[in-house]
């Protein structure tokens, strides 16, 4: 119990970061063929038109690993009292975040990336925890 208070913070956030990326990715995994053709549309006057599948798939696969490297640091974390995943699942969200940001940019869709930025905010706060 003491491990949960003195991490609850960083806890909730792997947490979430978690649910986060790996219902993402599971919702891309599941509705492929609806994901790539509704991205064509959203991307078809921007420099990722013709490479829509190639960078869903890029995507794809970060949004499971890092869900799965977060879900490796609630357990490292309650196991061990090491942040190791931790970190590498807030870093690898960051990142993840960002890409996701470039694409709703360059698609001028500034609602979307307000959005990402309501997610980012969380990540990023993760990471400076786990940096001290």
């Keep these: 119990m003491e491990v949960i208070k003195e991490y609850a913070s960083e806890l909730i956030l ?4 978690s649910i986060t990326f790996l219902q993402s990715g ?3 995994m599941t509705d492929w063929k609806g994901n790539v053709e509704w991205l064509r549309g959203h991307f078809a006057k921007t420099l990722f038109k013709g490479s829509v599948p190639v960078v869903l798939g890029i995507i794809l696969v970060l949004e499971i690993i890092t869900g799965i490297v977060s879900l490796m640091g609630i357990y490292e974390v ?3 009292q090491n942040t190791s995943f931790a970190f590498l699942g807030a870093l690898l969200g960051c990142i993840t975040l960002l890409m996701l940001l ?8 500034y ?3 307000r959005t990402i930025v309501i997610y980012l ?5 993760l990471l400076f925890l786990l940096e001290n």
Excluded: E, N, T
Excluded at 14 to 17: A, I, M, N, S
Excluded at 121 to 125: C, G, R, S
């Design 26 to 28: 599971l919702d891309k």
């Design 102 to 109: 470039l694409g709703q940019r360059v698609a001028k869709d």
């Design 78 to 80: 309650l196991s061990a």
């Design 121 to 125: 905010i969380p990540v990023v706060f």
């Design 14 to 17: 792997l947490l979430f970061l």
């Design 111 to 113: 609602d979307g990336a």
